[in-house]
């Protein structure tokens, strides 16, 4: 049977049977060779969990496993767990807390841009609606928004490409901008008039650096400081004067990258020292004597190994610092250095919040085999990174590209990805990956202002868990093994839950 006529068939019975906006849609699996990959969605019918209120004594269960289960709901009492020994006993203790929660999101490039826009109107809402909807979608509230071009895009440009404008007269957004970007972070503040948004610059204008060239070793000249600082917040004023006021600005996108030898995308270099000093002498005064006095500044936005080279000497001028609200970081090179890097940076600056800031992985290999092991296997990387990233202090979570083709494009640069949803115009329909689920296992209950809370971690069952600002609890589980494992979740003050957790499967608890 055709997928549109069995979404067609879903949607009616929804409808007939219904229990309100908060009832939940089955997922319509998109299938290789029998396997459930991913779920599809279109402009009339799409998947989404649940939201209801468990009630005391009893929490809801939301299971996404490699066997094709994406957030089954489950209602499980507290009780005694009787019957053989658990695999595992992890505790809760709501009174142990740690950071505050800010958000969790994706990116707007041009390229995910590209592709809602090749859509029907419908689907492309549906879409939208799928990351930013609290009902019926995953509730994010975080989105980062590139200024200027990116690899994700089409072709290299920044706002003002005329050599030598110092006063600026020719800045202006792109086309892209228009088309690509600002109608879909209007439709997200639509759906969720809680969102913030991250702006990122890649590189300032040409002219405005050393070398002149897009990518390689190019540095800010010291001469444009102050011109660079008047460009981005030309930036803010125009997204504000379309109707998107950006949250906080980063020092710009990857400084690392420009050191390294023949690197091909777009890049500026900074130093240390001259982050430091362009945040202290220029960015940070500029921003403070703007229209724009609550937008705030991240630093860093590249690789957790640079943590202690670019954040201590920003943290200690105490120019710059003042300025300074948080770090954001990436994790490409998570495998250099440990996470306890995380601790040790939050330990030294307890009053500047970390955020995940980007990430992004290779793509699936649609069309072919591969995409059955290579789908989940993306899905788990992130599950299992950000349940690292909030055991060691991260406050939010953003993905790369909301949407992407089934290349993994498109990109100027031919570097392709993966993203959570793949979007396939010719059927106007789209594709939401293991990766999707593994974001939305927090996103839809991890809601902005949530605790986190302590909880015991092992080897196969990876777990971290929350109190949410209405008293909830929120405990994210990943089962690692091959095999179901019995658990005993023990909550020092509401008892023990007793579960089976499916092999490869990541798990939601939700209890009052």
């Known amino acids: 049977m055709d997928v549109r006529r069995i979404c067609k068939i879903l949607l009616l019975f929804s409808f007939l049977c219904g229990e309100g906006e ?9 299938r290789v060779d029998g396997e459930a990959i991913a779920c599809v969605c279109n402009a009339t019918y799409c998947d989404y969990p649940s939201d209801d209120v468990p009630k005391e004594g ?4 939301y299971a996404t496993d490699k066997q094709g289960q994406r957030m089954k709901q489950l209602e499980q009492k507290f009780g005694s767990c009787g019957g053989s020994p658990p695999d595992e006993t992890l505790t809760v203790d709501s009174n142990k807390k740690y950071q505050t929660i800010i958000g969790f999101g994706g990116a707007f490039t041009d390229s995910a841009g590209i592709n809602l826009g090749k859509l029907s109107p419908a689907t492309r809402d549906q879409l939208i609606r799928a990351y930013y909807d609290r009902k019926k979608g995953s509730g994010y509230t975080l989105g980062r928004i590139p200024i200027g071009a990116t690899d994700c895009s089409t072709r290299p440009y920044t706002y ?61 000249r010291e001469d444009y400081y102050q011109t660079y600082a008047d460009y981005l917040i030309k930036f803010l004023d125009e997204y504000k004067r379309n109707g998107v006021n950006v949250w906080a600005i980063s020092t710009g996108n990857e400084p690392l990258s420009s050191l390294i030898f023949n690197y091909p995308s777009t890049t500026m270099a900074w130093t240390p020292r001259s982050m430091a000093d362009w945040i202290a002498n220029y960015m940070g005064p500029t921003l403070a004597s703007s229209s724009h006095k609550e937008t705030v500044i991240l630093a860093l936005d590249d690789s957790r ?105 498109p990109n100027w640069q ?40 302590s909880i015991t971690d092992t080897d196969t069952i990876k777990s971290t868990a929350f109190q ?45």
């Open 305 to 409: 190994p640079l943590l202690p080279w670019f954040v201590e000497p920003t943290f200690w001028n105490e120019n710059a610092t003042k300025y300074v609200a948080g770090i954001g970081v990436h994790w490409y090179l998570d495998f250099i250095t440990p996470a306890d890097l995380l601790d040790e940076t939050h330990d030294e600056f307890p009053n500047k919040f970390i955020i995940l800031s980007e990430s992004s992985t290779s793509p699936p290999i649609w069309g072919t085999p591969k995409i059955k092991t290579e789908s989940w296997r993306h899905g788990e990387k992130y599950i299992l990174s950000i349940i690292e990233y909030m055991n060691h202090w991260a406050a939010g979570w953003v993905d790369w590209n909301l949407v992407l083709d089934t290349t993994g494009g």
């Open 58 to 61: 009893s929490s809801y269960w």
């Open 414 to 453: 031919h570097v392709y990805l993966d993203a959570a949803i793949i979007a396939n115009p010719e059927k106007d329909e789209f594709y939401k990956q293991p990766i999707y689920y593994a974001i939305q296992h927090f996103s839809k209950f991890v809601v902005r202002g949530s605790v986190r809370i």
């Open 468 to 512: 949410t600002p209405s008293g909830e609890v929120v405990v994210v589980l990943y089962n690692r093994g091959t095999t179901t494992k019995r658990i005993v979740l023990n909550d020092s003050q509401k008892g023990k839950l007793c579960l089976e957790l499916s092999p490869l499967s990541m798990n939601t608890l939700r209890y009052i």
């Open 160 to 220: 003002d490409d005329f050599a030598n404008d110092t006063s600026l007269e020719h800045f202006a957004l792109a086309k892209e901008d228009y088309d690509y970007k600002i109608p879909y972070l209007k439709k997200a503040l639509e759906l969720n008039s809680e969102t913030l948004f991250l702006g990122a610059a890649w590189t300032a204008p040409l002219w405005m650096k050393i070398s002149g060239n897009l990518n390689g070793l190019s540095f800010l």
């Open 22 to 30: 908060t009832q939940a849609n089955e997922c319509v699996a998109y």
